[in-house]
């Protein structure tokens, strides 16, 4: 799947999609949704009081709704203004995200840390925004399928999908004690091991798409 193949040239009429909505969905769920972010949630949860927690789940939202505005705003001209291709943004995003994704596949197999040490201080709300929420590669394919939407309509149906990810962010971080309560760790170790091999699979079919884009250019 190449992002860069998202959206026909702007001057065909009427365009056609590669990936649908659906599809950009499951993307942005994939890159910027709750689901990878579910240990860095549960582990800042349980070194706050409810009441910080909620405050700071907010601060969370409100930095990465603002930035993803921001991305969806002012990163499809900058990318046009500086004459970046966007190939090239899809490469650059997918090795970030191919980095990400092999990161959080090894460490299964990282030596787990002795009992009875000192527990490691919850990291703060503006880390657990970025890059935690909204990674950077989260903000490539943002921005890349922003600078190929080719039509107001599907600009903001794009922008609408994002924000809507967003929110299943704020709702998982505001009930993430209840969901570990509820699931329990084995089972997300087992969902973090599948999102895992599904995120390098996924950063390897952006690069390839990439480098094909670009050799065919």
Known sequence: MSLVMAAAAVAAPPPTYVLALADIFLLFFIMIGPIKALGAYA??????????????????????????????GVGG???????????????AGGLVFLLVALQMVLAQYATPAPPGGTAAPPPPAG???????????????????VALSGSADRYLWIMGLAILVLVLDL??????????????????????????????????????????TIIHT
């Open 43 to 72: 582990t800042a949860a349980h070194g706050m009081e409810p009441r910080q927690w909620t405050a700071t789940a907010w601060k969370v939202f409100g930095v990465a709704l603002v930035t993803t505005l921001v991305a969806g």
């Open 171 to 212: 709702v998982t971080m505001l009930f993430i004690r209840s969901i570990m309560k509820t699931v329990g760790q084995l089972p997300l170790q087992i969902l973090s091991a599948v999102l895992g091999m599904l995120q390098v699979a996924l950063a390897l079919q952006l690069i390839t798409g990439a480098i094909r």
């Open 127 to 145: 880390r657990l925004a970025f890059p935690v929420t909204i990674p950077a590669y989260g903000i490539a394919a943002l921005i890349v399928l």
């Open 77 to 91: 001209i900058m990318l046009n203004k500086w004459h970046i291709a966007p190939a090239v943004l899809q490469l």
